[in-house]
């Protein structure tokens, strides 16, 4: 203990009544973790008292983060490139408080007859490691994007390579250094779309890449292509 | 092959990217000095970690005389601050549970040293000032690992390290002075020691229940 002022003083408690206390607040930690704690925070629940106050509620969330929906095909996408017309212009004649239909600009919308696809991938990367991912989608598919690291900086390159060429050209979208990175592609063209990572951190690094959209494939650049 | 070219390509300019290039934009957005922010962090950090509060109630409980409270919270802000710019710098990244899981256990330790318990079951005490450098280092590794989630860039990474300490270092100050305030109204009141027993065995409830939760947290993670 340190240095009771000498005027006033602390009476320390018999070791019978230390030990007995202790012991107390012990048993009380524990049924407290047991009852309460580990049941709302990690939905650990041995004595089922948890869910029945309802609080293995609060962290049942955090499990289903990760969904993987299955391949779907990939409707071809029509594509009817016409000369854009002006917006919110028509030849309808205009009544005053009443709304008019305006035209549909081409390529505002595209249907799919199934759902679409949502892969998170984490991918560690080693001191100076680069790779690629990329997924595969048709012309002027969209694809949304999010990715961010662990710790530390990475340089990426955000780009695609048609498919349907002859020759082997690519078209970078976005390159920099950054710890992350949220936004959507329009595909220019029919062809593979992704990223190139570098980790430039002075240590092991993971990105956590979330994409959605109608891609036929995602996944990592293979070895024999490098 | 396209990936090839492409590697060597980036990884060329990537070698050359401490020179220019789109560093300055990207250094504007993204990255740089920022003091106010990362003090505003760790200043916040230390205020609202009942963590580290519950140890510095456990280590001024008993400390009358300002010189002794300087003393021994001098001893806990050494201490933290060695690991935490220690673990940054190093790029040390220890498990979070198993701190935080030690940060509990301090607590515990505390109040215990505190209800007389290490001269009276183990018949052995300590050195008191030690003990609170040593679990200071165990708290900075805590703080490291805080301000290793932020994603620090490489660019200022010094000034933010050292303004996020400077703010943990003002939070303290900040929250000892209410548990200080809290503390003389307790004391003057009369029902300071008739009550200090129970406020350390809460002390240590509390540790072990920061400890269990850590511990699982650790094990199932």
């Not at chain 1, 230390?18 to 049924?31: E, H, N």
């Not at chain 1, 939905?43 to 049942?60: C, F, H, K, Q, Y």
Request: aromatic residues 12%; proline residues 4%.
């Amino acid at each position: 203990m340190s240095k009771p002022s000498p005027d006033r003083n602390f009476e320390p408690p018999s070791r019978k009544s230390l030990i007995v206390s202790i012991g107390i607040a012990m048993l009380v930690s524990a049924l407290i973790l047991v009852t309460v704690i580990l049941p709302a925070e990690y939905s650990i629940d041995p004595t089922g008292l948890g869910n029945v106050l309802g609080l293995t509620a609060l962290s049942e969330d955090r499990a289903t983060t990760l969904q993987v929906v299955e391949d779907v095909n990939t409707e071809t996408v029509n594509t009817v490139v016409t000369e854009t017309e002006p917006m919110l212009e028509s030849e309808e004649e205009i009544i005053p408080g009443e709304y008019r239909k305006l035209p549909t600009p081409p390529g505002t919308t595209l249907s799919h007859g199934t759902i679409y696809r949502t892969e998170i991938l984490e991918i560690s990367l080693g001191f100076d490691e680069e790779l690629e991912y990329k997924a595969t989608l048709a012309q002027d598919e969209p694809l949304l994007y999010s990715w961010e690291t662990d710790k530390g900086m990475v340089y990426y390159d955000f780009h695609g390579e048609p498919t349907e060429s002859d020759e082997l050209v690519f078209m970078s979208y976005e390159e920099g250094e950054k710890n992350t990175a949220n936004g959507y592609l329009l595909a220019p063209f029919t062809g593979n779309h992704g990223w190139y990572f570098l980790n430039i951190s002075d240590y092991p690094i993971t990105v956590k890449l979330t994409v959605s959209g109608y891609f036929t494939w995602l996944g990592k650049i293979g070895e024999e292509q490098e | 092959m396209i990936a090839l070219s492409l590697c060597i390509l980036f990884h060329d300019s990537v070698l050359a990217h401490n020179v220019s290039r789109d560093d300055q934009g990207f250094l504007l957005e993204n990255t740089g000095t920022s003091i106010l922010p990362y003090m505003y962090l760790g200043a916040k950090h230390m205020v609202t970690g009942y963590d580290h509060l519950l140890f510095l109630v456990g280590v001024i409980f008993f400390l009358y005389r300002l010189k002794d409270v300087v003393l021994y919270v001098t001893l806990f802000a050494v201490g933290h601050s060695v690991t935490l710019l220690f673990g940054v710098l190093a790029g040390l990244h220890v498990n979070p549970y198993i701190v935080d899981a030690i940060i509990g256990l301090s607590v515990v330790y505390k109040a215990f040293e505190n209800l007389g318990g290490f001269k009276s079951l183990i018949g052995f005490q300590p050195d008191t000032r030690l003990a609170v450098l040593v679990f200071g280092f165990f708290h900075g590794f805590g703080l490291a690992t805080k301000l290793q989630d932020l994603q620090l860039s490489e660019d200022g990474l010094i000034t933010n390290m050292i303004s996020f300490n400077v703010g943990v270092e003002l939070g303290q100050i900040l929250a000892l002075s209410i548990i200080l305030i809290g503390l003389n109204v307790w004391r003057a009141s009369g029902s300071f020691f008739q009550y200090a027993f129970v406020a350390n065995l809460f002390l240590i409830s509390a540790g072990f229940i920061l400890f269990g939760y850590q511990l699982t947290g650790y094990i199932i993670s």
